[in-house]
C-alpha cells in the first residue's frame, strides 16, 4: 500500500499570502488529521476530517481552514499568512480517528 | 483541556542500556495515549500505544505502561541500540467523543554506542 503523501513537500511564502497544502491518504483511510510541529510549540492538533466533515478542531484561528474531499483526500488552507506560520505541517490517515495513525513526511512552510 | 508533560527533554544512554521516558496527563477522560518516534528529517512514526482498559502493552524491546489513578504513562526501551536515538512524542486524547489529540514537548533519545 502506498503510504501518505503530501504537497508540496516545501513552500515558501511572503506574509499576507495564502497557501493550500494537499494531503494524499492511504487507500481506505477515511480520518485525516492535519498537525503544525514548531521547535517552540512542538506538535499541535489542528483539525480532523471524516467522511468529508471536520469532526473535530483544534486551538487555532479561523485562518486555518481545510476540507476533504470525497475519496478522502484532504487540503489545508492558510489564509493571511503570518512569521509565525512558518512550520513544517504534517498530516495522518487512519481507518478512524482512534485508530493507528500514519504520518505523512509534511510540508515545510517558511514565512518571509 | 488536556495537558501532557514529558520528561526528559534529553535523554543520554550507553548501547545496551534501558530508557525510561515519562508522562503525566491533566484529563480523566484521556483513554488512548500513542507513542511517536520520530527520526531527524523524517515523518512521526507510531511505536506503540496503549487504552486506558490495559495497564501494560509490550512489544519486543518496547513497553508502555499506564497508571490512570495517577494519570501517568510511560514508555520503556531495553537493550538500546544506537537507531533508537530519535526524538520520542507521547500524546493523550479521549477517543469517545472529541478526538483532540495533545503531545508532549518530545524527549531527544541518544544512544551512545
Known amino acids: 500500500k502506498a503510504g501518505v503523501t503530501q504537497t508540496p513537500r516545501y513552500l515558501i511564502k511572503t506574509r499576507g499570502q495564502q497557501v493550500t497544502l494537499s494531503c494524499s491518504p492511504i487507500s481506505g483511510h477515511r480520518s485525516v488529521s492535519w498537525y503544525q510541529q514548531t521547535p517552540g510549540q512542538g506538535l499541535q492538533f489542528l483539525f480532523e476530517y471524516f467522511s468529508e466533515t471536520q469532526r473535530n478542531k483544534g486551538n487555532f484561528p479561523g485562518r486555518f481552514s481545510g476540507r476533504q474531499f470525497s475519496n478522502s483526500r484532504s487540503e489545508m488552507n492558510v489564509s493571511t499568512l503570518e512569521l509565525g506560520d512558518s512550520a513544517l505541517y504534517l498530516c495522518?490517515?487512519?481507518?478512524?480517528?482512534?485508530?493507528?495513525?500514519?504520518f505523512g513526511p509534511g510540508t515545510r512552510l517558511t514565512v518571509t | 483541556g488536556e495537558n501532557v508533560e514529558q520528561h526528559p527533554s534529553t535523554l543520554s544512554v550507553q548501547e545496551g542500556d534501558s530508557a525510561v521516558i515519562k508522562c503525566t496527563y491533566s484529563d480523566s477522560a484521556s483513554n488512548y495515549f500513542p507513542w511517536y518516534k520520530q527520526e531527524l528529517g523524517k515523518r512521526p512514526q507510531l511505536i506503540i500505544d496503549?487504552?486506558?482498559?490495559?495497564g501494560e502493552k509490550k512489544d519486543q524491546r518496547i513497553a508502555v505502561t499506564l497508571n490512570k489513578t495517577a494519570k501517568h504513562f510511560s514508555l520503556h526501551i531495553t537493550e538500546t541500540q544506537p537507531e533508537d536515538s530519535a526524538v520520542y512524542f507521547c500524546?493523550?486524547?479521549?477517543?469517545?467523543?472529541?478526538?483532540?489529540?495533545?503531545f508532549g514537548r518530545g524527549t531527544s533519545l541518544i544512544v551512545h554506542p
Open positions: 500524546a493523550a486524547s479521549e477517543t469517545g467523543g472529541s478526538y483532540i489529540p495533545t
Open positions: 495522518a490517515s487512519s481507518l478512524a480517528f482512534d485508530y493507528e495513525q500514519y
Open positions: 496503549i487504552r486506558s482498559n490495559v
